[in-house]
Structure formats: structure tokens, C-alpha cells
């Protein structure tokens, strides 16, 4: 039995995962430089140790309402095979282990932008889990159903 480990986030109280391979780190807090003309999703631009990372607004990414303007995202940084880019999500939650069997296509009530760029999902105790496709998600040339 082969298990995976996600590193869980939440979005607007939906709860997501992303392979723990793929995350460089986490930071609660980091300055980025907004981009003239960038669509809305992009933040900005920021520099973690001399390397210039893409911070995506993963709320608007996913179709999901704005933040709160009084609510603080949290960078998780993801290896991607264009260097790093950071996705900003509302609250970071735990690490967890999970057996490759229990992972399921997504449901049919998964619609519009997340149901592209989700993989699949794990069904939990009292939640279900959402696997993003990292490679999608920072894929900004993929041009998502509304």
C-alpha cells in the first residue's frame, strides 16, 4: 500500500491538498510588487532570496469570491518547471498521509475553473479533500470555463 503526502490549505472554507513534493516552503507573511496590465489573478512579483517568484491569487484563480481585504494570504511556494511560483491561500492546514487507494476522479458537482484544475480528490472523515494540478494551476495560458 503506497501513501502520499498533501500539504492542505483551505480557500474560501474549501479544502484543498497539493503533493508535498512540490512545495518548496511556507511563509506566512511576504511584500510583492504589484505588475502593470497583469491579469487580476497575478499579485505580483516577489523576491525570496534573490529569486523572482510569480504569487497567484488562488481565490481568483478557482472562480472563488475575492479576500477579505482585512484577511492576510499565506505564500505556499511550489516548484514548478519554470522555477518557483507562490499560490496565495487563505489558511494553511496540516500535512497529511494518504493511501493511493482512497484517491477518487473528481465528483460530478466539482464545476467550472476548479473542476480543470483539480486531479482528483480523497473523501475524509468530515471533509473532502481536492487535489490540485499544479502544473495547471500555474499554468496561466490555460484558459479556464467560467
Do not use: W
Not at 497529511?96 to 473523501?123: C, H, N, Q, W
Amino acid at each position: 500500500m503506497a501513501n502520499k503526502q498533501f500539504c492542505t490549505f483551505k480557500l474560501d472554507g474549501i479544502f484543498f491538498g497539493i503533493d508535498i513534493l512540490q512545495v518548496q516552503e511556507i511563509i506566512r507573511r511576504l511584500s510583492f510588487t504589484r505588475i502593470p496590465l497583469a491579469p487580476p489573478l497575478i499579485e505580483g512579483l516577489m523576491n525570496l532570496r534573490g529569486q523572482i517568484v510569480t504569487a497567484i491569487d488562488m481565490r481568483l484563480r478557482l472562480g472563488l469570491p475575492p479576500r477579505p481585504a482585512d484577511k492576510q494570504p499565506t505564500h505556499v511556494v511550489i516548484r514548478t518547471d519554470d522555477g518557483a511560483a507562490s499560490l496565495l491561500v487563505d489558511e494553511i492546514g496540516d500535512m497529511m498521509d494518504l493511501p493511493d487507494e482512497a484517491f477518487e476522479l473528481p465528483p460530478d458537482t466539482v464545476e467550472g475553473r476548479a473542476r480543470e484544475l483539480i486531479s482528483g480528490v480523497y473523501k475524509l472523515e468530515k471533509d473532502l479533500l481536492l487535489i490540485l494540478d499544479t502544473t495547471k494551476t500555474v499554468n496561466l495560458d490555460l484558459k479556464l470555463s467560467a
